[in-house]
């Protein structure tokens, strides 16, 4: 602190004495500066005293001011000072304007690659100086800390969520569809979840929405067969062309490598889509930054998203 250093040193000061070694006239500053002769002697003689050292020559029957070598030393300091204060109140608007900072966003495997990088894309046109800090998990389960603890600021993750904990807006709608291998055996039409009855099928292991399909798949078809579950995309696709089973799977996965040789069936209005949104704990105030990301990535005015194409 300059006060620890110069007890007694005020910006006054040094405002004072930079106007009158850049005008090298006492007179001439007061009028830089809007004050008077004598407040502008003051203030350089009171920062004389501070530092300890004469900074001006004041011989009788000179018309300028003149630096000592004292006064020269101290000159580079209070300019670089000076220039990292601009600099500071740079930041400070552009923090305010949202044109800086920085925003940590969480996302789960799907919606950090389907949805996020056009979003980002986006964001970075509109404010390059702001730092995006990206933290990816298999599942959105883990998110739901981060964001409650503040290690997060923002988090793709999937309804239901407590609304005494979190605020949120809707980004999409991803309905699922069964994903049986082309020349498989599969149902020759599912208009029903009872259509699926004996088939072998693959769930996820931890996603949140895999527990509600295997409940809803349990309670419409007889003798459901759970093959297979895992976490990964690229698994479960391979394990349907190996012919082991069929999977449900949410329209963003399907986005995540090929779907070569795969019989892609819609389930629109058998199974619920997973509702994606963007959240932050409650009562939290965001920053500009952070406000524009989630405008940008869901806009108020959007009251239906639009569910993604596969």
């Given at each position: 602190?300059?006060?620890?250093?110069?007890?007694?040193?005020?910006?006054?000061?040094?405002?004072?004495?930079?106007?009158?070694?850049?005008?090298?006239?006492?007179?001439?500053?007061?009028?830089?500066?809007?004050?008077?002769?004598?407040?502008?002697?003051?203030?350089?003689?009171?920062?004389?005293?501070?530092?300890?050292?004469?900074?001006?020559?004041?011989?009788?029957?000179?018309?300028?001011?003149?630096?000592?070598?004292?006064?020269?030393?101290?000159?580079?300091?209070?300019?670089?000072?000076?220039?990292?204060?601009?600099?500071?109140?740079?930041?400070?608007?552009?923090?305010?304007?949202?044109?800086?900072?920085?925003?940590?966003?969480?996302?789960?495997?799907?919606?950090l690659a389907r949805l996020l990088p056009g979003i980002l894309q986006r964001y970075r046109n509109a404010h390059p100086g702001v730092d995006v800090l990206v933290s990816e998990t298999t599942t959105d389960h883990?998110?739901?800390?981060?964001?409650?603890?503040?290690?997060?600021?923002?988090?793709?993750?999937?309804?239901?969520?407590?609304?005494?904990?979190?605020?949120y807006r809707e980004i999409v709608r991803d309905g699922f569809v069964l994903v049986s291998r082309r020349d498989g055996p599969r149902p020759a039409r599912v208009k029903s979840l009872a259509d699926l009855?004996?088939?072998?099928?693959?769930?996820?292991?931890?996603?949140?929405?895999?527990?509600?399909?295997?409940?809803?798949?349990?309670?419409?078809?007889?003798?459901?067969?759970?093959?297979?579950?895992?976490?990964?995309?690229?698994?479960?696709?391979?394990?349907?062309?190996?012919?082991?089973?069929?999977?449900?799977?949410?329209?963003?996965?399907?986005?995540?490598?090929?779907?070569?040789?795969?019989?892609?069936?819609?389930?629109?209005?058998?199974?619920?889509?997973?509702?994606?949104?963007?959240?932050?704990?409650?009562?939290?105030?965001?920053?500009?930054?952070?406000?524009?990301?989630?405008?940008?990535?869901?806009?108020?005015?959007?009251?239906?998203?639009?569910?993604?194409?596969?």
């Amino acid at each position: 602190m300059l006060s620890d250093l110069w007890p007694g040193l005020d910006l006054r000061h040094l405002a004072a004495f930079a106007a009158v070694a850049d005008t090298r006239s006492f007179a001439r500053a007061a009028e830089t500066l809007g004050y008077t002769q004598p407040a502008v002697s003051q203030q350089v003689a009171a920062l004389e005293k501070i530092v300890g050292q004469r900074l001006f020559e004041r011989s009788s029957g000179r018309s300028e001011a003149t630096l000592t070598e004292a006064g020269d030393v101290l000159l580079a300091h209070v300019q670089a000072v000076t220039a990292r204060l601009a600099v500071a109140r740079q930041d400070l608007r552009d923090l305010e304007r949202g044109d800086a900072g920085a925003v940590r966003v969480g996302a789960f495997q799907s919606a950090l690659a389907r949805l996020l990088p056009g979003i980002l894309q986006r964001y970075r046109n509109a404010h390059p100086g702001v730092d995006v800090l990206v933290s990816e998990t298999t599942t959105d389960h883990p998110l739901h800390g981060e964001v409650r603890r503040g290690a997060l600021d923002l988090a793709f993750v999937l309804l239901p969520l407590d609304d005494e904990e979190f605020e949120y807006r809707e980004i999409v709608r991803d309905g699922f569809v069964l994903v049986s291998r082309r020349d498989g055996p599969r149902p020759a039409r599912v208009k029903s979840l009872a259509d699926l009855s004996g088939m072998p099928l693959i769930t996820f292991r931890t996603c949140r929405s895999a527990a509600t399909l295997v409940s809803l798949i349990t309670e419409h078809a007889e003798d459901p067969q759970i093959v297979f579950r895992s976490d990964d995309n690229a698994a479960i696709k391979e394990m349907v062309r190996a012919g082991l089973g069929a999977a449900i799977l949410p329209e963003l996965w399907l986005g995540l490598g090929g779907n070569e040789g795969l019989e892609l069936t819609p389930l629109d209005g058998l199974v619920p889509p997973r509702v994606v949104v963007l959240a932050w704990r409650k009562g939290r105030q965001l920053t500009p930054a952070q406000e524009a990301f989630v405008e940008l990535a869901a806009p108020r005015r959007q009251r239906r998203p639009e569910r993604l194409a596969g």
